[in-house]
């Protein structure tokens, strides 16, 4: 377990290699920066703060908790069951690669990219919110079961890849 404790900064340099195999805590304030991206990430996260850095991130673990932001290259959700994404934060960059499936459990905004490559979102009565300059991946096999909002600031053409057990984009 790590804790990384109010109005703390630690950073983790690219050759540094990261491994969490139990649960790692920022608390509000603090800042975890990570620049590897070779680390095996299957315990849990709870950001209260900031989770930022170069990484690409290939979260395994059962359970990710975001208040705060993450702010990393990529978080990519790559469980081998169901995983669960609550908190009610900010992710910038967003991957999911988990066939087994996410659920949320609260709101969950994505800023900078959205990329949808195997495995289906559930939302519940909660939102996937995507912000106004969200770029957009997606093949068909990954998608959206529930709430999707996506803020609209201009005119043009803006995917909605939502559907239950079909795909459909709208």
């Known amino acids: 377990t790590i804790t990384i404790g109010n109005n703390s900064l630690i950073t983790l340099t690219a050759d540094v290699v990261f491994n969490n195999h139990g649960a790692v805590t920022v608390q509000p304030s603090a ?3 990570v620049n590897n991206s070779t680390g095996i990430h299957d315990g849990t996260y709870t950001i209260d703060g900031d989770l930022n850095g ?12 975001v208040s705060g932001s993450v702010g990393l290259d990529s978080l990519k959700f790559t ?12 992710i910038t960059n967003f991957t999911m690669l988990n066939s087994n499936g996410i659920t949320l459990n609260s709101d969950i905004t994505v800023t ?3 990329v949808y490559t195997d495995g289906i979102i559930t939302t519940g009565i909660n939102n996937l919110k995507l912000g106004p ?9 990954s998608w959206v079961n ?15 890849d939502i559907g239950d057990a079909t795909y459909r984009n709208v």
């Open 54 to 65: 170069t990484a690409y991130l290939e979260f395994s673990g059962p359970l990710f908790t």
């Open 146 to 160: 529930g709430n999707l909002e996506r803020e609209v600031v201009n005119t043009g053409f803006y995917s909605f």
């Open 31 to 33: 800042e975890l920066s």
């Open 79 to 90: 469980g081998s069951s169901n995983q669960t994404l609550t908190g009610g934060g900010t």
């Open 112 to 114: 900078g990219a959205m």
């Open 133 to 141: 300059n969200v770029s957009i991946g997606v093949n068909g096999i």
